[in-house]
């Protein structure tokens, strides 16, 4: 009985002890939905248009450019918030994203 107190006090403590860690942590990436950016995306690699984010090896998709959100070149997908996510290709065998003209 004293072990089974003890176990769901022990059980009590560490679930409080999530929760505050929780409601206390904060978000520590910067524009995480990709909604502010400062020009948009018209190409493949333009994540660094998504201020604070860098990199040009990223794709950048959001409506307002010529990389349509949910459906676009790379296949379709909707964002988790907001309207805008960021994205890469690993491996692709046959998708051509910019053409030559």
Do not use: R
């Amino acid at each position: 009985m004293k072990k089974a107190f003890y176990i769901i006090v022990l059980l009590l403590l560490c679930g409080l002890a999530t929760k505050e860690q929780v409601i206390l942590s904060p978000n520590l990436v910067n524009n995480p939905s990709f909604e502010i950016y400062d020009t948009c995306p018209n190409s493949t690699d333009q994540l660094h248009y998504a201020k604070p984010w860098w990199g040009y090896s990223c794709d950048l998709y959001n409506p307002c450019g010529n990389m349509p959100v949910p459906l676009n070149a790379t296949g379709f997908q909707y964002a988790n918030s907001g309207v805008s996510y960021a994205g890469f290709i690993i491996y692709s065998s046959h998708i051509v994203l910019n053409p030559p003209d």
